[in-house]
């Protein structure tokens, strides 16, 4: 960690948490997608009425206005969606921060071309499956996917587009992990992991079937540990302990829920987070302003993750194996399978 990631985390965040300042935002812009992944928690069949991009453009006013820094673009597939790139020009225009989570499988020389010049995101990250198509195949269910990806991925690296990698760990891709990383590298798209594989948001426990080994995360931590060991002896840095303005100045929680940031569904539902499926208000309704300041429903999340420390006793968390603790996997393993994952 650098000096500007710790003054940055133990200074301009504990100045947004006291303040209460929506820091970041995530824009799930649709469920739909052109990949069809086996342990995908979206619920594709869930109803409700769009955003119209006018809709979008007094969301993002507001925002600005709220000096909020950070946007995601995400969803199911985020440049699926038929406005994406008008509303990725207007984050643009209002000056946001912007990240696109992208599958990668639209993401041909005329999207990044668009993408660069009216988006120009700080970053695109995509999701890679395994090290191989038989593997990232199986799990996206589309053929072909992981040849396109990696096309898709050369030809944006070379147009000049900040690129990363994202990866779920999986029963069927954990004999990859070290040849994902080699990848990454290679392709000058650095890999991050996520998870742990969970039931969808329907409370569908399908997913579970391809969860991984407890010991892959452990060798995921060693790995990451390693690597980033070297990567700081490399730059002639010393390692500092990751003191974050959460544990210095506030309450131990499970996660930063509630506290600074939130999700937009597709619908203009306004949640606590993307997997804790419950709505503090509607955009149809109210502006972000007036749900943000006035719902309840974030401080209800946060005292959740706060009792879900208590409740761990300064433990490390393990949930379905991985070093973590999510109210949401929790949740929504209740409904599917009796709550396996608590901690």
């Not at 969803?75 to 599958?103: A, D, Q």
Request: glycine share 8%; aromatic share 6%.
């Amino acid at each position: 960690m650098t000096t500007g990631d710790r003054s940055y985390r133990g200074e301009v965040l504990r100045r947004v948490r006291q303040q209460r300042l929506l820091h970041d935002v995530t824009l799930e812009l649709t469920y739909r997608c052109n990949l069809d992944c086996f342990y995908c928690n979206n619920d594709r069949e869930k109803p409700g009425k769009p955003l119209s991009l006018a809709q979008y453009r007094t969301l993002l006013e507001d925002l600005a206005r709220m000096q909020t820094l950070f946007l995601m673009l995400t969803g199911g597939e985020p440049m699926v969606h038929p406005h994406f790139f008008e509303i990725g020009r207007m984050t643009k225009e209002l000056g946001f921060v912007v990240r696109v989570r992208t599958n990668g499988h639209t993401l041909h020389p005329r999207n990044v071309s668009r993408l660069l010049e009216e988006v120009d995101p700080y970053m695109a990250e995509v999701s890679l499956h395994g090290a191989t198509a038989e593997v990232h195949d199986r799990q996206t269910r589309v053929p072909g996917s992981f040849e396109r990806l990696i096309g898709n991925l050369r030809q944006a690296r070379a147009a000049g587009l900040r690129c990363g990698m994202v990866t779920t760990p999986t029963a069927w891709n954990e004999h990859q992990i070290e040849a994902m990383i080699a990848l990454g590298d290679e392709l000058d798209a650095p890999l991050r992991f996520q998870g742990p594989v969970g039931p969808r948001d329907n409370g569908d426990t399908a997913p579970l079937s391809i969860q991984p080994a407890r010991e892959t995360w452990d060798r995921i931590e060693a790995l990451v540990t390693e690597r980033k060991a070297r990567t700081m002896a490399g730059a002639g840095q010393r390692p500092a302990p990751e003191v974050t303005a959460e544990r210095e100045h506030e309450t131990p929680a499970t996660c930063s829920v509630g506290v600074a940031g939130v999700d937009i569904d597709p619908y203009g539902n306004v949640q606590a987070c993307m997997h804790l499926q419950q709505s503090a208000g509607s955009l149809h309704e109210q502006s972000i302003e007036q749900i943000w300041n006035q719902s309840p429903l974030f401080t209800r999340a946060r005292q959740r993750a706060i009792k879900a420390a208590e409740q761990l006793g300064g433990e490390r968390p393990r949930q379905l194996g991985a070093p973590l603790f999510c109210l949401a996997v929790e949740e929504n393993c209740a409904k599917g399978c009796g709550g396996c994952a608590r901690p």
